[in-house]
T-cell receptor
Framework: DSGVTQTPKHLITATGQRVTLRCSPR?????VYWYQQSLDQGLQFLIQ???????AKGNILERFSAQQFPDLHSELNLSSLELGDSALYFC???????????FGSGTRLTVV | TQLLEQSPQFLSIQEGENLTVYCNSS?????LQWYRQEPGEGPVLLVT?????EVKKLKRLTFQFGDARKDSSLHITAAQPGDTGLYLC????????????FGQGTTLQVKP
């Protein structure tokens, strides 16, 4: 157990639907990062939150949004899902200075 | 845009052989991490290097950060089947966001 908890582990949904992925960071870590991993794109940075505030944004689609709550857990919302959104979604957390991430075990999203 | 290129992409070797994985960029990174990922799991941090020219050893694994902090290598001595997995390098920029840029990964298979 890495200390970063992601739920659900697997998600199968239809095109056009909306889903929410949840992440609880390692105790004491204020930063949460979301990454998308697909076979052809590798690990792509989506967004980072630090202590409730958005800190950095990657190539995150407008259909995707995220937030970090006062208890530091984070949610990634994916809407109007398309087949191409099928991927592994990872959450990671870190404490400053950032000398490495602790990753969760990911959510495998399948859009059918 | 900062990019990290890993080579080779795939490596299949026999137990006992040595190997080197390379991670190259035209950008300077403030730190470089190496992760190992197994199927169905999130990446696990192996090492962080922050000083140009730095060499770190982790049992049979040797990590080196280039003098100009643009490249890194991972050398495995006497590979074992337990070393099988996806190896990822990740670079941290000079911004204070903590965002990491990941290479595409090297898939290593060590056959007994």
């Amino acid at each position: 157990d890495s200390g970063v908890t992601q739920t659900p582990k697997h998600l199968i949904t239809a095109t056009g639907q909306r889903v929410t992925l949840r992440c609880s960071p390692r105790s004491g870590d204020l930063s949460v990062y979301w990454y998308q991993q697909s076979l052809d794109q590798g690990l792509q940075f989506l967004i980072q939150y630090y202590n409730g505030e958005e800190r950095a944004k990657g190539n995150i689609l407008e259909r995707f949004s995220a937030q970090q709550f006062p208890d530091l857990h984070s949610e990634l919302n994916l809407s109007s899902l398309e087949l191409g959104d099928s991927a592994l979604y990872f959450c990671a957390s870190s404490a400053p200075p950032v000398y490495g991430y602790t990753f969760g075990s990911g959510t495998r999203l399948t859009v059918v | 845009t900062q990019l990290l290129e890993q080579s080779p992409q795939f490596l299949s070797i026999q137990e006992g052989e040595n190997l080197t994985v390379y991670c190259n960029s035209s950008s300077v990174f403030s730190s470089l991490q190496w992760y190992r990922q197994e199927p169905g799991e999130g990446p696990v941090l192996l090492v962080t290097v922050v000083t140009g020219g730095e060499v770190k050893k982790l049992k049979r694994l040797t990590f080196q950060f280039g003098d100009a902090r643009k490249d890194s290598s991972l050398h495995i001595t006497a590979a074992q089947p337990g070393d099988t997995g996806l190896y990822l390098c990740a670079g941290g920029g000079s911004s204070n966001t903590g965002k990491l840029i990941f290479g595409q990964g090297t898939t290593l298979q060590v056959k007994p």
